[in-house]
């Protein structure tokens, strides 16, 4: 089955500076791929997503890449800003039909 | 537009008691997606209901099942409860598939569950 691993696991930044987090898949016929943001006691939330026919998506501060060669994904988040602070998850959806997770990475923006 | 709704928003059982957790996706969504997420970890597929069948399911023993109703809510059965399944239960729900990608899943507040 399909495989997400996500680096890294905690991720500390001083506010304005860029974050980035990245993720690998195993199977090559995955071809959707959303992140979530998820603060704490809250819901995941969906913040950005790319399909495989893409190679990159922007939305203002947020954007991410897809690797369909290499089978890796990244978030980048630019200018972050406390409210930035969150445990934030990838994924990917397969042709098991089904979205498969990582592990999360806590990023942490220090005022 | 509300979005997905979840309830008993906690709940706590003893082992070997059966639990009932209920989600109400967002209108017009047909496929209901339930995960877990037990503290400090990821989120586990465990089952996706679309047009009232079971389309797949995850990892998870036979004593984790659930079904989908006419107005597609979503029940969510655990029997014979174990200390380890103490965690948050989410609910996400989705427009129908396509062929070629799947859609946006957006997700519930979830229930968490405590085993005592």
């Known amino acids: 089955g399909e495989n997400v691993e996500q680096h890294p696991s905690t991720l500390s930044v001083q506010e304005g500076d860029s974050a980035v987090i990245k993720c690998t898949y195993s199977d090559s016929a995955s071809n959707y791929f959303p992140w979530y943001k998820q603060e704490l006691g809250k819901r995941p939330q969906l913040i950005i997503d790319i399909r495989s026919n893409v190679g990159e998506k922007k939305d203002q501060r947020i954007a991410v890449t897809l690797n369909k060669t290499a089978k890796h994904f990244s978030l980048h988040i630019t200018e972050t800003q406390p409210e930035d602070s969150a445990v934030y998850f990838c994924?990917?959806?397969?042709?098991?039909?089904?979205?498969?997770f990582g592990g999360g990475t806590r990023l942490m923006v220090k005022p | 537009e509300a979005g997905v709704t979840q309830s008993p928003t906690h709940l706590i059982k003893t082992r070997g008691q059966q639990v009932t957790l209920r989600c109400s996706p967002i209108?017009?969504?047909?496929?209901v997606y339930w995960y877990q997420q037990a503290l400090g970890l990821g989120l586990q597929f465990l089952l996706w209901?679309?047009?009232?069948?079971?389309?797949n399911r995850g990892n998870f023993p036979p004593r984790f099942s659930g079904r989908q109703f006419p107005n597609y809510s979503s029940e969510l059965n655990v029997n014979a409860l174990e200390l380890e399944d103490s965690a948050l239960y989410l609910c996400a729900s989705s427009s129908i598939p396509g062929s070629f990608s799947n859609q946006p899943q957006h997700f519930g507040d979830g229930t968490r569950l405590s085993i005592l």
């Open positions: 209901y679309d047009e009232g069948e079971e389309r």
């Open positions: 994924a990917a959806w397969n042709a098991g039909n089904m979205l498969t």
């Open positions: 209108s017009g969504h047909t496929s």
